[in-house]
Nanobody, 123 residues
Framework: QVQLVESGGGLVQTGGSLRLSCAASGITFSTYGLGWFRQAPGKEREFVAAISWNSGTSYYADSVKGRFTISRDNAKNTVYLQMNSLKPDDTAVYYC????????????????WGQGTQVTVSS
């Protein structure tokens, strides 16, 4: 059974930083692409960042480029999202997702999802 468990969310002031983690089990982690998505209240879930199986390729939404960094540790079956210079617009539930091999920005392409972790940025 595939499990993705996010952690690291919380309340932070504008300009602050958080690091999200997502621990995976039930998959051959090193062969999967990983993505982070987020969903703000009243809005659709949107793409944030993705990283390929070997960390050779990464994608970012324009809204987070230069502020967020996605990384992974295949030895720990964990993917991370370092979030700096946070803004109130970054407030959302953040989800990690996994799909075999190829990464994409399209959420419908990811078969495996975590439960999400809340990130709240106060102004």
């Amino acid at each position: 059974q595939v499990q993705l468990v996010e952690s690291g969310g919380g309340l932070v002031q504008t300009g602050g930083s958080l690091r999200l983690s997502c621990a995976a089990s039930g998959i051959t982690f090193s062969t999967y692409g990983l993505g982070w998505f987020r969903q703000a209240p009243g809005k659709e879930r949107e793409f944030v960042a993705a990283i390929s199986w070997n960390s050779g390729t990464s994608y970012y939404a324009d809204s987070v480029k230069g502020r967020f960094t996605i990384s992974r540790d295949n030895a720990k079956n964990t993917v991370y999202l370092q979030m700096n210079s946070l803004k109130p617009d970054d407030t959302a539930v953040y989800y990690c997702a996994a799909r075999p091999v190829v990464i994409t920005t399209h959420l419908s392409a990811y078969p495996h999802w975590g439960q999400g972790t809340q990130v709240t940025v106060s102004s």
